[in-house]
């Protein structure tokens, strides 16, 4: 039984197609990956699941389901009520409030009580150390990595059910990348449905039990993470070179670029 | 001396009131980032149905029907108006609220004609004596008030969920709604909250000494403004101490006119501003403001 | 490179871009803690290392955002400490920032051209005039920005506002405004970061491009391990606002330290 | 274009009346300037408000010279510009205004009013700046005048005795700074000394004025302000214990204050000065007034409003009677018509002489004192009279 | 209105076009036509509206102007000004006391330095850009709400000035306002048969309005469009940035700041030169609200918006008095229904809400949308 359905759905921002008859499934559970390169719609998808779309002057038709539940026509708040929660891309943090009101902000639309919130607090401070250290700076003062972790952990204080992570690993170091994934992992492994946007295709391969591939708003590939993974086409286009042809690739790619001339003023 | 102590305390009790009005302000402003032109004609409304209840059906429960009334005129301003603007400029927002206002003054003023409203207030033209300076009760009254009140906030937003949320709404609302946080309810919340407090601040504003409500009492409301931005538009010590300051300045500059004549007379109105501007020049965002940030 | 065109040489001469003993603290928090090292002319000189370690910081202190509490930075003879932001961009120094800076409602175009502000003259009164200098200079520089914008493959969005692009895009739009800048030095904070690896590939290309045809010093600082192999000549690591090591890419790769407090176990 | 026919001066009807701007052989036309949404909405009202009665009454008993009166009103709100375009749209149409509220906007038309327009105007304002032009005619005493005749009141009273300090709170601008050169002239003659406290309209809350009064020791307030600085003086003043009395001028007061909590302070020991009646007075012509207007606006109360704004329309009517009777119903023949009117308005309390534009038309003042019992809330305490430095004092 | 069109394309960044096939498409477009019409009326009306009519228009144009300047302020630059009526009144009291002569008025001894009109305009209007630059430290470091609010104590302290330093303004009464003359001829009231008809001051004054409103339209438009106004628009989105690339941050926030106090200095003198005396009471805090909302109602940002909005907020009230006899729901003053001050303030009110609610843009972008794309 999956817990979320998509059918159907396309999304357009005033005269702009960006989704175009995307249908996807998050089984319960599991990860599930979906990659794609600039401007696929990764995010918009993330945005319709949200029902954040508003905020963005865009519309959309088709129906997206929660456990049999539909979340067309609910407020991005019941959303959230629902076990639906959303790490937007950039992170977005409350710059001028403290680390630990952001996080508090994020325990704001969860069920269950001070008891609830205060266990996923110790649960975020344990990921997230740096986060505890600085719970009394101001957020926007954090390194970008740093507020990719507040951004993490602030989702999590709302103890989702079904957690949309986009572009989680967005500027964090390896090291933190891999911490985060492992995050994710556990996350899961605690109940946790997730829906994965990532550049990081490797990670996200890794990760994931299922992926989708998105171009230009439509759903080009699905399947079994792993033999997306193996696929030519997703090795060239998401999981980058190895290292072997790095150098024989690297030029080709820069073949391609016409050189910039000098500017004489 | 105790010319200076009356002044100082007749500063310090009309400063209170202006605190309230800058709460007013504050609490908006925290909650949505905009500056609320429109307070002046929420203090209207709310003083308006209390004066126009209390021959009726008392002066307490006037009052708190004037209470609930702003409050409702706030909600409604917040769900007709300020909720639709899609654009996220708070300037451009302001400066609805200028329109908003006009809207409601006009319409106020027309209901009330030329008529000075009394509130029928418990306390008259009482006052205390302590000690050879006197006070009036009212204004007591108003100090008690307002310094629960701010209390009252000053541990609301510290110590509950509400303060968080309107902050959260305020700096990013696309990303507060991803929070769970429901944007409408904070927002119609606060406007709520600022006309119930315009609606206490409008009794104060208009009972004994001044002589009661008219069209011209919003015009006090302007007086809160230096307070509201010398203490910093989002803190709200900053608008209990910005009150009394504006207070203080004012009723000093005010009876000590005769030694100040050198200023050009009546220099009382003047004064609360260009302490204001001094504050600003030293500290930009206000005595307790948060400061810009400044990384990128 | 084949489609570079050799033109008048730069008026100004590349120069070194030294960082000595640079120290930058907060309330409580020491960002950086004496950091040297030197960008040499021409160059791409990467720095890398843990979330928080200081990097952005850096960045800060080279455009002048952030005043260093102690150190110096010379650009050349020329002392960039404690110069204001756009004294420091006069003189040739861009960047682009890791949380992107770009007005949402401008398009790509108007966003290129104020990269375009230092090269250009026209004030208040010649603008407001329209004089023939401001309308001769207009028309000069919108063509080089369009030439930049084809550089980066931006072309087709210029009407755009940028905020519609999508994120990677919007990274881009970035680059090409520092650009626009005709920079000596280029500061690029993650500038592949939100991209497939296909895009990475054509980004770093793009910056290599740069570095090839324009003979600029660049400074990079990226998570993207595979792109500052490719693209660094020089590295620097910073942990916890301390330099932990330096040298080339391959050397720091094989550092210990780095591979502990940074890289971890590779895969 | 239309705009190019010359405008043709005094045509002759065939009664032989000379008639031009504004006189047609059926109506008369007369603007207003009023104030109805601004600060002075109260005034406005009333003033205009008679003057329409006022009106109605006239044409009801056949006219003026076998005319109706019509009277154009403009509401300008207290705004600059609305007044002045109100003026510069009625000017050409009208042969005078019978209503000008807001002395700084008539300041602003005075040389277009004296150098090309010359229509008579009769503001509601009682600046002694305006006196002196041939066709701006203040009707009663300057605010200058009416302060003295207040403070000879307390001196005649025993409330001040030479040597004396008195305070004066004033409203900063035309009406405030006239009253205070009053109130230093007859501190001059009467050896007293004048503590000045200027304030804003928006002030409405008296206290630091009167702990700064109290301080210098001051034995009399003059309040040169609205009704709520009136109110909000006499009121602090009551209730600290700071028993002075506190005289006004007649723009310092308004019924509606006798229902606040000020009321019986301003009851106790408050007086204000003017220069006719009060509407409530037992007197025939009050009376009258009274019930008419009482009878026509049934919802609105009676103020002093009521009988400026009649007052002023019928001097109008005098002047207009006074033209037809000599045949020149042009501006020209309303303004020499209007100097020939020397007993005006006894109705009223007191007779204004319009023979001299540089003089006010009257140096008396009746003094009266806040009775929530009258209607209109005034009550006569002293019948007009002239105290002897007011007929001394010159004007500017 | 029509001049501040005129070049639509002008700065656009296509490739040069020739100048023919450019007339030529410009001559296909209905607008062009329009705009030809609407000049030709402004350049007529004084030939036929009389001086009611034609004061209104002065007062809009003037208005206009200082519209312009505060749209570059608070439109471009994003920096909140209520204190726009206070640059208005150093305009307009600065041209009368340069332009005035000493003398004695109503008790007020009047000091003036007697220039010459014309370059006590021009002087005025120095005089109020360097009353901007005084206060540009604040204006420098302040922003938004607090820039805003700072600015209102201009107004105070510009009314307190106004009223007491009487040698120069005359205090509560002002000043009488000495005709403009330009190589000798004057825009007083004193007749000059043109074509048959009359030209009073109104008259006159009405070409060197449209003629200062042309001008400083078109100087606004080259500004925003150009280098600085690109600059303008990014301290306004993203401060920092701005800096970094190489926009000197203070030094621009000073500069429009002086600009616009500029535009308000030529406003204030050409409303001085229409009411022919100043008075205190016009320049205040209300004053400022209504420019703010005439660039609201108009359009932020551009010269269109607060052309359009100026000529809007301030004919509406005068096109209501005019006409209260024959509108529905508004009647005469007194008469107990609703007064036509009221309903145009009620009207007033609801334009500024309604624009920023349902025309994001303002009126221009309503008229943009019906006619070409830009
Ligand atoms: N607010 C918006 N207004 C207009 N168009 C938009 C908006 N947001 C996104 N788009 C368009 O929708 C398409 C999909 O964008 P989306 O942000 O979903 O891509 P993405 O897959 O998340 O890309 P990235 O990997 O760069 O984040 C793009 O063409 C983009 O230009
Ligand atoms: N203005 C500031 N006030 C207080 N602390 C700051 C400020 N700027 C940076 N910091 C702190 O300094 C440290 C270094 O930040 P910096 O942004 O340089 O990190 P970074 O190396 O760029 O990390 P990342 O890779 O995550 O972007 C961080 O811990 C950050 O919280
Ligand atoms: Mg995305
Ligand atoms: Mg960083």
Redesign the interface.
């Known amino acids: 039984m999956a817990t979320l359905e998509i059918r159907a759905l396309s999304v357009g921002y005033g005269p702009v197609r960006s989704l175009r008859d995307v249908s996807l499934d998050v089984p319960a559970g599991a990860i599930t990956a979906v990659l794609g390169g600039n401007g696929a719609g990764k995010t918009t998808l993330l945005r319709a699941i949200s029902r954040t779309l508003g905020f963005h002057r865009g519309t959309g038709t088709g129906t997206v389901r929660f456990d049999g539940r539909p979340l067309d026509g609910l407020r991005p708040a019941q959303v959230v009520a629902a076990g639906v929660v959303q790490v937007p891309e950039g992170r977005q943090v409350f710059a001028r409030m403290t680390v630990a009101d952001n996080l508090r902000a994020g325990a704001l639309g969860a069920r269950g009580g001070r008891k609830a919130s205060a266990g996923a607090l110790t649960r975020v401070h344990e990921l997230f150390p740096v986060l505890a250290q600085r719970a009394h700076q101001r957020a926007g003062l954090l390194s970008g990595g740093e507020q990719q972790m507040l951004a993490m952990g602030r989702a999590l204080m709302a103890r989702p059910r079904l957690l949309l992570l986009d572009e989680p690993s967005l500027g964090l170091a390896p090291l933190m990348a891999q911490r985060i994934a492992e995050t994710v992992q556990e996350i899961n492994a605690s109940g946790t449905s997730v829906l994965l946007v990532e550049q990081n295709a490797a990670i996200a391969l890794r990760l994931a039990s299922t992926a989708y591939v998105l171009e230009v708003g439509e759903v080009t590939l699905e399947g079994p993470a792993d033999e997306l993974a193996a696929s030519d086409e997703v090795r060239r286009r998401y999981l980058g070179v190895v290292d072997e042809t790095a150098a024989e690739d690297a030029d080709r790619a820069a073949g391609s670029v016409r050189g910039l001339s000098r500017w004489s003023a | 001396m105790t010319t200076f102590i009356e002044l100082l305390l007749g500063g310090l009790s009309i400063g209170s009131v202006y605190a309230l009005i800058a709460l007013g302000f504050v609490v908006i402003f925290k909650a949505t980032e905009v500056v609320n032109f429109a307070h002046a004609s929420l203090l209207l409304a709310g003083g308006y149905v209390t004066a126009v209840l209390h021959d009726d059906i008392g002066f307490w429960p006037a009052l708190a029907v004037g209470i609930a009334g702003a409050a409702v005129v706030g909600a409604a301003i917040e769900f007709l108006v300020m909720r639709r603007y899609r654009g996220s400029d708070h300037s451009v927002l302001a400066i609805v609220t200028i329109g908003v206002d006009i809207l409601l003054t006009t319409e106020l003023t027309r209901r009330m004609g030329t008529d000075v409203l009394a509130l029928g207030d418990p306390w008259g033209n009482g006052v205390v004596t302590i000690g050879g300076v006197t006070l009036a009760e009212t204004r007591i009254a108003a100090f008690l008030a307002a310094g629960l009140l701010i209390t009252a906030f000053l541990l609301a937003f510290r110590f509950t969920s509400w303060g968080v949320s309107m902050r959260a709404a305020a700096e990013n609302p696309q990303t507060a709604a991803l929070m769970g946080i429901k944007l409408g309810r904070v927002s119609l919340a606060a406007w709520a909250v600022a006309g119930a407090l315009a609606a206490v601040a409008a009794l104060f504003l208009t009972v004994f000494p001044t002589p009661g409500l008219e069209r011209a009492t919003s015009l006090a409301a302007l007086k809160a403004f230096p307070a509201a931005i010398l203490g910093g538009l989002d803190s709200t010590t900053g608008a209990l101490a910005g009150g009394l300051i504006v207070g203080v300045t004012e009723s000093l500059a005010t009876g000590y006119q005769s030694d100040l004549s050198f200023l050009g007379r009546g220099i009382g109105d003047l004064a609360p501003y260009l302490v204001m501007v001094l504050v600003l020049l030293l500290r930009p965002a206000g005595l307790f403001g948060t400061k810009e940030l400044a990384r990128v | 490179m084949s489609a570079v065109q050799e033109t008048a040489p730069v008026t100004t001469a590349p120069a070194a871009l030294a960082v000595r003993d640079v120290t930058v603290r907060f309330a409580g928090l020491t960002a950086l803690d004496g950091v040297s090292f030197t960008v040499e002319p021409g160059s791409v000189h990467a720095v890398i290392g843990p979330n928080g370690a200081g990097k952005s910081t850096t960045f800060n202190v080279l455009s002048g955002v952030y005043r260093a509490t102690s150190g110096s930075v010379h650009l050349g003879t020329t002392e960039l400490t404690g110069l204001a932001p756009h004294k420091i961009a006069q003189l040739g120094v861009a960047r682009t920032f890791q949380n992107l800076a770009l007005p949402p409602h401008a398009t790509v175009t108007d966003s290129l051209l104020l990269g375009r502000h230092r090269l250009t003259r026209a004030g208040f009164v010649a603008s407001g005039l329209r004089l023939p200098s401001a309308a001769r200079e207009a028309r000069r520089h919108r063509e080089r920005v369009r030439e930049i914008a084809e550089f980066i493959g931006l072309e087709r969005e210029l009407d755009r506002p940028a905020g519609a692009l999508p994120y990677g895009q919007q990274k881009l739009v970035e680059l090409g405004r520092a650009l626009c800048m005709e920079p000596q030095v280029l500061l690029l904070d993650e500038p592949v970061a939100g991209m497939t690896a296909d895009e990475r590939r054509r980004t770093a290309a793009v910056v290599a491009g740069v570095r090839d045809s324009l003979g600029i010093s660049i400074v990079l600082v990226e998570h993207d391990m595979g792109v500052v192999m490719r693209l660094a000549d020089a590295v620097t690591v910073l942990d916890f606002g301390r330099r932990i090591s330096g040298g080339t890419p391959a050397e720091v790769q094989n550092d210990p330290a780095v591979v502990q407090a940074y890289l971890g176990a590779q895969e | 274009s239309e705009k190019a026919k010359s405008s043709d001066e005094g045509t002759q009807d065939k009664a032989g009346v000379k008639t031009g701007q504004g006189v047609t052989d059926k109506v008369i036309s007369l603007g207003a300037l009023t104030d109805m949404t601004g600060v002075y909405a109260s005034l406005g009202k009333s003033v205009t408000q008679a003057q329409q009665l006022w009106v109605k009454q006239t044409n009801a008993a056949g006219g003026i010279c076998d005319r109706k009166v019509e009277l154009t009103v403009r509401d300008h709100g207290y705004d600059p510009q609305k007044a002045i375009a109100g003026y510069t749209e009625l000017a050409p149409k009208v042969l005078g205004f019978a209503q000008f509220i807001g002395s700084p906007f008539v300041a602003a038309v005075e040389d277009r009013i004296d150098g090309q327009d010359k229509a008579l105007v009769l503001p509601q304002a009682w600046s002694a700046n305006l006196v002196g032009s041939k066709y701006i005619r203040v009707i009663g005493a300057t605010y200058d005048v009416e302060t003295i005749n207040l403070i000879d009141y307390l001196l005649a009273e025993k409330r001040i005795a030479k040597g004396d300090k008195i305070g004066h709170v004033y409203f900063e601008g035309d009406y405030g700074e006239n009253a205070l050169a009053g109130s230093k002239y007859a501190a001059k003659e009467a050896g007293l000394t004048v503590v000045e406290q200027k304030i804003k309209p928006t002030d409405n809350d008296m206290t630091a004025q009167v702990a700064a009064l109290k301080q210098a020791g001051v034995k009399a307030v003059i309040v040169s302000a609205g009704p709520r600085q009136a109110a909000s003086l006499v009121g602090v003043a009551a209730a600290t214990g700071f028993k002075v009395p506190v005289v006004g001028n007649n723009s310092a007061f308004a019924p509606q204050l006798l229902k606040t909590q000020a009321g019986p302070a301003l009851a106790a020991d408050y007086y204000v000065a003017a220069s006719t009646l009060p509407i409530g007075d037992p007197g025939a012509g009050p009376a009258k007034l009274a019930k008419e207007y009482g009878a026509e606006y049934p919802k609105d109360g009676l103020d002093n409003g009521v009988i400026a704004g009649y007052n002023a329309a019928s001097l109008f009517g005098e002047a207009l009677k006074k033209a037809c009777a000599s045949k020149d119903l042009t501006r020209e023949g309303i303004d020499k018509a209007l100097l020939t009117i020397t007993d005006f308005g006894s109705d009223f309390g007191m007779p204004h002489d319009f023979s001299d534009p540089a003089a006010p038309s009257t140096r008396e003042s009746v003094i009266m004192k806040p009775d929530a019992k009258t209607p209109g809330g005034l009550k006569v305490v002293r019948p007009a009279e002239a105290a002897a430095a007011a007929k001394s004092y010159t004007l500017k | 209105m029509s001049e501040t069109t005129t070049t639509e394309t002008?700065?656009a960044?296509r490739p040069a076009t020739p100048g023919g096939t450019a007339l030529a498409g410009r001559l296909r477009q209905p607008r062009t036509y329009l705009w030809a019409v609407g000049s030709v009326l402004l350049l007529a009306f004084p030939?036929?509206?009389?001086?009611?009519w034609l004061?209104?228009g002065l007062?809009a144009m003037a208005a206009a102007i200082g519209a312009i300047g505060l749209n570059l302020l608070?439109g471009a630059t994003?920096q909140?000004s209520m204190g726009h009526a206070f640059f208005l009144a150093v305009g307009a009291y600065g041209y009368c006391v340069l332009a005035g002569e000493s003398s004695t008025e109503?008790?007020h001894e009047l000091s003036g330095l007697g220039l010459p009109s014309w370059l006590a305009a021009v002087l005025a209007v120095l005089l109020a850009g360097a009353a901007g630059g005084l206060f540009s430290?604040?204006a420098s470091?302040?922003?938004?709400?607090?820039l805003?609010?700072?600015t209102?104590?201009l107004i105070?302290?510009g009314q307190?000035?106004l009223?007491?330093?009487g040698s120069l303004t005359g205090?509560?009464?002002?000043r009488?306002v000495p005709p403009l003359s330009l190589f000798g001829f004057g825009f007083d009231?004193t007749e000059v048969l043109v074509?048959?008809?009359?030209f009073q001051s109104s008259e006159k004054l009405w070409y060197a309005a449209l003629l200062a409103l042309l001008l400083s339209g078109?100087?606004?438009r080259?500004?925003l469009?150009?280098?600085?106004?690109?600059?303008l628009?990014?301290i306004?989105?993203?401060r920092?940035?701005?800096?970094?690339?190489?926009?000197?941050?203070a030094r621009y926030r000073a500069?429009v700041f002086v600009?616009s106090s500029m535009y308000a200095g030529l406003a204030g003198v050409l409303l001085a030169l229409v009411?022919?005396?100043t008075?205190?009471?016009?320049f205040g805090?209300?004053l400022s609200?209504e420019y703010?909302?005439m660039i609201?109602i108009g359009g932020?940002g551009t010269v269109a918006g607060a052309v359009v909005g100026a000529a809007f907020v301030?004919l509406l009230?005068?096109l209501l008095?005019?006409y209260s006899d024959s509108l529905p729901l508004v009647s005469?003053?007194?008469t107990g229904g609703l007064?036509?001050?009221?309903a145009s303030?009620?009207l007033?009110?609801?334009?500024?809400?309604a624009a920023?609610?349902f025309l994001?843009g303002g009126l221009t972008r309503l008229m943009k949308n019906s006619g070409e794309k830009k």
Do not use: K
Not at chain 5, 141 to 146: D, Q
Not at chain 5, 195 to 198: K, R
Not at chain 5, 240 to 249: E, F, L, N, S, T
């Open positions: 002008a700065a960044p030939f036929y509206l009389d001086r009611f004061q209104a007062f608070t994003g909140l109503n008790g430290p604040i470091r302040l922003r938004g709400a607090y805003g609010i700072a209102l104590a105070f302290i307190h000035v009223f007491n330093a205090g509560f009464n002002g009488a009231d074509a048959g008809v009359p078109l100087f606004a080259g500004v469009r150009g280098r600085p106004g690109r600059a628009n990014a306004r989105d993203h920092i940035a701005a800096g970094v690339m190489g926009v000197p941050v500069g600009l009411f022919q005396r008075v205190p009471e016009y805090m209300v609200l703010l909302a609201v932020l301030s009230p005068q008095t005019h005469d003053p007194g007064a036509p001050g009221e303030r009620y007033y009110g609801a334009a500024v809400v920023v609610l994001p």
